[in-house]
Nanobody, 123 residues
Framework: QVQLVESGGGLVQAGGSLRLSCVASARTFSRYFMGWFRQAPGKEREFVAAISWGGGTTYYSDSVKGRFTVSRDNAKNTVYLQMNSLKPEDTARYYC????????????????WGQGTQVTVSS
């Protein structure tokens, strides 16, 4: 069972940037299709970005496309989420997870969730 640990969240002003990291415990990390999701209080967990095992293919939600960039370093067992031009509506707890099959935009298709890291964007 792979374990994931997210970090890099914090408080930032609108227009600022943060880079989130997600470190995996598994030696087979390079085989995993990975996803980033976020959840704001009172809202459902929503898809943010995903990246293929080799990093050659990436996907983004419309709300973050052009502002966020997902990447990975398989040698470090780490996937990143670079977030630029942050907006107050990006405020949420951000999670990474391993794709288990199915719709990559659905949280139900992912497992091995980390504990998340909080991102708060002030206006």
């Amino acid at each position: 069972q792979v374990q994931l640990v997210e970090s890099g969240g914090g408080l930032v002003q609108a227009g600022g940037s943060l880079r989130l990291s997600c470190v995996a415990s598994a030696r087979t990390f390079s085989r995993y299709f990975m996803g980033w999701f976020r959840q704001a209080p009172g809202k459902e967990r929503e898809f943010v970005a995903a990246i293929s095992w080799g990093g050659g293919t990436t996907y983004y939600s419309d709300s973050v496309k052009g502002r966020f960039t997902v990447s990975r370093d398989n040698a470090k067992n780490t996937v990143y989420l670079q977030m630029n031009s942050l907006k107050p509506e990006d405020t949420a707890r951000y999670y990474c997870a391993v794709h288990r099959g199915g719709d990559y935009e659905s949280p139900k298709s992912f497992g091995s969730w980390g504990q998340g890291t909080q991102v708060t964007v002030s206006s």
